[in-house]
C-alpha cells in the first residue's frame, strides 16, 4: 500500500498569493498515479489535478501540478477567494488501496 | 453527471443498512463505480470499487468482509450493503464515478451520512 503524506497541514494565505501544497509517497508512484481534489466547506469533492498535472474538466488554469517519483507539487498560481478549501491528494492505479493523504487546509 | 445518494440513518453497532446511488446523465455501464466516506473532521478514505459490469469489486481492509458492494446497470444504480456496522463507520458516505482510470474519481454525489451510535 502506497502511503501519501501532505504538507503542511495548513496554510495560510491571502488572495492573490501563490500557493504550493506538497504531497509524499512511501515509494515511488508513477507521475500518471497521483491526483489532487478540492473539497470546499460543506461540499464534496472535485477532481481538480490527475496525472499529476493534468487539470479535470472546467478547471482553471491557476491550478498546475507537477512533480515525480515520491514529492508532488499542487500549485495554485493567485489565489481567489473559492480556491480556500482543502485539498487531498490521491495515488491511484490498477491496484487498490486508493489512499488518499491527510489534506492540506488553505486558509485566507 | 448526477450522483444522489440516498439511505443513511443512525443506527446501532451490529446493525445493518444499504445505502444506494441513483446515476444519471453518463452512460452508466461504461463505468467503474466507487464508494468513498469520510467521517466528521477527517479526511477521505477509499471504501470499494465495482467495475463497469459488477464481475469485478475491491475493499478496503477496514470493511472487508462486512460490507458488500453491487450495482444494477438496468436502472443506472450503485449500492453499498453494509453488515455489522462499528462505531468507526460513522461518516458521509459518497458515491463516485470512475475518471478514466483505475482509482481515479472523476465526479461524485453530495453523500449520505451514516451514524453508528448506541
Known amino acids: 500500500e502506497v502511503v501519501v503524506t501532505q504538507f503542511p497541514a495548513t496554510l495560510s494565505l491571502s488572495p492573490g498569493e501563490r500557493a504550493t501544497l506538497s504531497c509524499r509517497a512511501s515509494?515511488?508512484?508513477?507521475?500518471?498515479?497521483l491526483a489532487w481534489y478540492q473539497q470546499r466547506p460543506g461540499q464534496a469533492p472535485r477532481l481538480l489535478i490527475y496525472g499529476a498535472s493534468s487539470r479535470a474538466t472546467g478547471i482553471p488554469d491557476r491550478f498546475s501540478g507537477s512533480g515525480s517519483g515520491t514529492d508532488f507539487t499542487l500549485t495554485i498560481s493567485r489565489l481567489e477567494p473559492e480556491d480556500f478549501a482543502v485539498y487531498y491528494c490521491q495515488h491511484f492505479g490498477r491496484a487498490p488501496p486508493y489512499t488518499f493523504g491527510q489534506g492540506t487546509k488553505l486558509e485566507i | 453527471v448526477q450522483l444522489v445518494e440516498s439511505g443513511g440513518a443512525v443506527v446501532h453497532p451490529g446493525g445493518s443498512l444499504t445505502l444506494s446511488c441513483a446515476a444519471s446523465?453518463?452512460?452508466?455501464?461504461?463505468?467503474?463505480m466507487y464508494w468513498v466516506r469520510q467521517a466528521p473532521g477527517k479526511p477521505l478514505e477509499w471504501v470499494s470499487l465495482?467495475?463497469?459490469?459488477?464481475?469485478?469489486?475491491s475493499y478496503a481492509a477496514s470493511v472487508k468482509g462486512r460490507f458488500t458492494i453491487s450495482r444494477d446497470n438496468s436502472k443506472n444504480s450503485l449500492s453499498l450493503r453494509m453488515n455489522s456496522l462499528r462505531i468507526e463507520d460513522t461518516a458521509l458516505y459518497y458515491c463516485a464515478k470512475g475518471g478514466g482510470f483505475p482509482g481515479l474519481l472523476g465526479s461524485w454525489g453530495q453523500g449520505t451520512l451514516i451514524t453508528v451510535s448506541s
Open positions: 515509494q515511488r508512484v508513477s507521475i500518471s498515479y
Open positions: 465495482i467495475s463497469w459490469d459488477g464481475e469485478s469489486t
Open positions: 446523465g453518463f452512460t452508466f455501464d461504461d463505468y467503474p
